[in-house]
């Protein structure tokens, strides 16, 4: 059975610029190099973003994040879509799990401090084990979002993991609007 055709335009040039991306995303397929895929209703889709600042207190931290982000959601003008966070820092990364219990985070941690062992790294910084442990975790996150809340399950939770504290840390995030389901 072949698989249903989807519903993208590949662009012929790499474009940071939404006017370029408009325009280009109406190119034939036939014409595309294969660089940059986007929907074709791109150009339509509402898309707001921000950045979150905090600042851990510790060396090794599991900050909850999630009452920020909603925050910032119920300030969006549309409802129903897609959350992204990006994490630009090399030494912390973001994650979702359960934040019900306080010991879970703790558990995690420890368990890092674990697996990422304290060597002799030829990195001069010293911070090593903070770089590993964020391959670990990774650096961003998509969340889906309806009536502004964010669909997690029960005991989830939206984290950012600090690995080489304290420091002021920021996070990109960007909402992107689902168009066909706003009404729903």
């Known amino acids: ?25 109406k190119k034939s397929t036939t014409e595309a190099k294969g660089l940059l ?18 600042r851990s207190t510790k060396n ?4 909850d994040i999630t009452p920020n982000l909603e925050s910032s959601l119920q300030e969006c003008s549309s409802e129903v879509g897609l959350l992204y966070l990006f994490n ?5 990364g973001l994650t979702i799990n359960e934040g019900a219990d306080p010991d879970v985070k703790k558990d995690i941690l420890s368990a890092l401090s674990e697996m990422v062992p304290k060597l002799n ?15 670990l975790t990774g650096s961003s996150l998509l ?3 309806h009536g502004r ?7 989830q939770r939206v984290f950012f993991c600090e690995y080489d504290g304290p420091r002021s840390r920021k996070i990109r995030w960007k909402f992107v609007a689902d168009p066909a389901r706003q009404d729903r």
């Not at 012929?12 to 995303?25: A, C, G, N, V």
């Not at 090794?60 to 900050?63: E, G, P, T």
């Not at 630009?88 to 912390?92: G, S, V, Y």
């Open 37 to 54: 895929s986007l929907p074709a209703s791109f150009g339509d889709t509402d898309m707001e973003s921000g950045i979150l600042q905090l």
């Open 149 to 155: 809340q964010l669909m997690l399950g029960t005991w």
């Open 143 to 145: 969340i889906e979002v």
């Open 1 to 25: 059975m072949p698989y249903p055709a989807i519903p993208f335009t590949l662009l012929q040039k790499k474009s940071t610029d939404i006017r370029d991306l408009e325009r280009d995303s």
């Open 121 to 135: 790294y030829l990195h001069t910084e010293g911070n090593s084990p903070s770089h590993i442990m964020t391959l």
């Open 88 to 92: 630009p820092h090399t030494t912390a």
């Open 60 to 63: 090794m931290q599991l900050i």
